[in-house]
């Protein structure tokens, strides 16, 4: 009976702790180099809570610019810690050397411009593992992970083929990995349709599914999740005064308020309704979106086709942006981009007006 692959992510805690020179480290990038200097990473030890554990695979996904290569350097061991003849490390350099020279050891595994590589050579309870970029350029190293034990496919044959690290043993590795990368990619299937972790070129698709008409390159990838996250609700009220809300919520932070044509008619008589028809549009299922932000034609573009997506049909919608205006009373508006600039103090009856009283 075979064993189960386990698969163990190198994490966040374990590089913040990890001993580092010319690299950065943060959750979003992995280890970014820094500088033209040295880089190099030295991990603690890992743990696998037995002795004599047979260590699998490391693979992990570089960026690299220029001649830069990733070296990996992998020591596995039953004792802890590693034996050191001289006195504990007082410096950060002297630190750095004892690092090296645990990893010279004839035990030791070193591979040299591979994100994929195999640890059939290293048994022990312990791992320890060293990362270093060689050459000139610039390389971003994220999503360790870490396999064990060995692949499967070898544990199913006898024993007398069973030799680690020959020719026979190696040429299986190439088809357990790729059999363990296919499994890897169905069992995470579901980020391909979760609006947080799908990527970018996979927007559009899910937008599609949903029945949204989008342009990939219409939308930022930020804005895109955004739309996919309030999508239900939006096709729920489809033809709603709130699903144009919703549409207007995810794209617009700033104040807007919608006015609907039949609203304002019969709030108005005589010949404010021919004004009402000129702002508002001349069919009662006409409204219009007012947003308080500076003039934006992309973003135009952008909720004129989005809302005319889910807006009634019958519908006309018109966008207006109100960059500094001044609002006389409920239904006069300067111009757009027209605003009243300074102060001028005036007089009524004898009475100063100044900013503690107005007109009412």
Same mark, same amino acid.
């Given at each position: 009976m075979t064993a189960v692959i386990n698969k163990y992510p190198l994490g966040h805690s374990r590089f913040r702790s990890a001993l580092t020179e010319g690299f950065d480290w943060s959750p979003e990038k992995g280890l970014v180099t820094v500088g033209s200097g040295e880089h190099i990473c030295f991990l603690e030890k890992i743990d696998s809570g037995r002795r004599g554990c047979l260590w699998g695979r490391l693979r992990f996904k570089a960026e690299l610019t220029g001649e830069a290569l990733p070296v990996i350097f992998a020591l596995a061991a039953d004792e802890e810690p590693p034996p050191e003849d001289e006195p504990?490390?007082?410096t950060r350099q002297e630190e750095l050397r004892a690092w090296r020279r645990f990893f010279q050891s004839?035990?030791?595994?070193?591979?040299?411009?591979?994100s994929d590589v195999l640890l059939y050579e290293q048994s022990g309870r312990y791992l320890w593992l060293g990362v270093e970029i060689s050459g000139f350029g610039a390389a971003a190293l994220r999503d360790f992970e870490l396999f064990l034990p060995r692949d499967n496919f070898f544990a199913t044959f006898p024993e007398i083929y069973r030799v680690n690290g020959d020719f026979f043993h190696r040429y299986l590795s190439i088809f357990s990995s790729l059999y363990y990368d296919l499994q890897d990619g169905i069992d995470s299937l579901d980020r391909l349709l979760d609006p947080e972790t799908a990527p970018a070129d996979a927007l559009p698709v899910l937008a599609g599914w949903l029945g949204i008409e989008c342009d990939g390159d219409t939308i930022e990838e930020a804005g895109f999740r955004r739309l996919l996250r309030a999508a239900f609700g939006m096709i729920r009220a489809k033809g709603t005064r709130e699903a144009v809300e919703s549409i207007l919520r995810v794209f617009v932070p700033e104040q807007f308020y919608i006015v609907e044509q039949r609203a304002a008619r019969e709030k108005a008589r005589g010949p404010d309704r021919e004004v009402c028809e000129r702002l508002y549009g001349r069919s009662p299922f006409?409204?219009?979106v007012l947003i308080h932000r500076a003039a934006d034609e992309r973003l135009h573009a952008l909720l004129k086709y989005l809302i005319r997506q889910f807006a009634p049909l019958r519908a006309g919608a018109d966008i207006v942006f109100l960059d500094n205006v001044a609002q006389l009373d409920g239904y006069t508006y300067c111009d757009i981009n027209a605003r009243i600039t300074g102060f001028q103090a005036? =007089?009524?009856?004898?009475?100063m007006l100044d900013g503690? =009283?107005?007109?009412?």
């Open positions: 504990a490390p007082l004839p035990a030791a595994s070193k591979f040299v411009g591979h006409d409204f219009t005036a =007089r009524l009856g004898g009475a503690a =009283r107005c007109l009412a």
